[in-house]
C-alpha cells in the first residue's frame, strides 16, 4: 500500500523559516510530483510541482521563497519555505505516482501537514 506522509509543519511567525518533508513508503517507483495547499475556505492550490519536461514550476506567490528538492536516495522531497507570510497558512499536501501527473491527476496523497503563519 502506497503511502505518502508529510511533516515539518507548525506554527510560525511572519519572515521566518519552515521545511516541509514528504516520503512515499509501500512499494518501489513512485515519485513525488509536486506540492499542493489549501487555506481555509479556499481551494487546494498547486505550490510547486515537477514538470513533464522536469523543471520545477512555482505558484507565482510563492517563486523566489519556496524550494522543492528530492533525495531519492531516501524517497523523499522538501520544501524549503523562507519568509513565510500570513497567506501561506494552509495544510501542505504532496502528491505522486509512478509517472508524471499533476493535481488531480495523482492517485497518491499524503494526509496534510498544518503551516500556520502569525503576524
Known amino acids: 500500500q502506497v503511502q505518502l506522509v508529510e511533516s515539518g509543519g507548525g506554527l510560525v511567525q511572519a519572515g521566518e523559516s519552515l521545511r516541509l518533508s514528504c516520503v512515499a513508503s509501500g512499494t518501489s517507483g513512485i515519485i513525488i510530483m509536486g506540492w499542493y495547499r489549501r487555506a481555509p475556505g479556499k481551494d487546494r492550490e498547486m505550490v510547486a510541482h515537477v514538470s513533464s519536461g522536469g523543471s520545477t514550476v512555482y505558484a507565482g506567490s510563492v517563486k523566489g521563497r519556496f524550494t522543492f528538492s528530492r533525495d531519492d536516495s531516501k524517497n523523499t522531497v522538501y520544501l524549503q519555505m523562507n519568509d513565510l507570510r500570513v497567506d501561506d497558512t494552509a495544510v501542505y499536501y504532496c502528491?505522486?505516482?509512478?509517472?508524471?501527473?499533476?493535481?488531480?491527476?495523482?492517485?497518491?496523497w499524503g494526509q496534510g501537514t498544518q503551516v500556520t503563519v502569525s503576524s
Open positions: 502528491a505522486g505516482d509512478r509517472y508524471f501527473c499533476i493535481d488531480d491527476g495523482c492517485p497518491y
